[in-house]
Nanobody, 121 residues
Framework: QLLESGGGSVPAGGSLRLSCAAP????????LAWYRQPEGKEREWVST???????SYADFAKGRFTISNDNAKKTLSLQMNSLNSGDTALYYC?????????????????WGQGTQVTVSS
């Protein structure tokens, strides 16, 4: 399945790189994404990497976060820079099958366990 790693505690302004082991999902059949869930709040979308390597980001992530994959290692990554306390959350990796009818990502229904990111101000 999906297995996240790389979370931890960092001071504000610091950086972290999250990884998601995704064997079987790094190919043209799936979209991959990062979501996060702050404690006591709803889960929110962070970034997506489609099967055509198109990337998209939530507004709060633009210019600070970078999503990428490593085909050889079969991993998805999220490089996070200029972190602030608002980025404190449990970060999840997710996968969605390619919808061959619409040519888009279908519902993200494959999830990892999450990795905790804590940013201290």
């Amino acid at each position: 399945q999906l297995l996240e790693s790389g979370g931890g505690s960092v001071p504000a302004g610091g950086s972290l790189r999250l990884s998601c082991a995704a064997p079987g999902y790094i190919d043209s059949e799936y979209c991959l994404a990062w979501y996060r869930q702050p404690e006591g709040k709803e889960r929110e979308w962070v970034s997506t990497l489609t099967f055509t390597d198109k990337t998209s980001y939530a507004d709060f992530a633009k210019g600070r976060f970078t999503i990428s994959n490593d085909n050889a290692k079969k991993t998805l990554s999220l490089q996070m820079n200029s972190l602030n306390s608002g980025d404190t959350a449990l970060y999840y990796c997710a996968a969605a099958p390619r919808d061959w009818v619409t040519g888009r990502c279908s519902t993200f229904d494959i999830w990892g366990q999450g990795t905790q990111v804590t940013v201290s101000s």
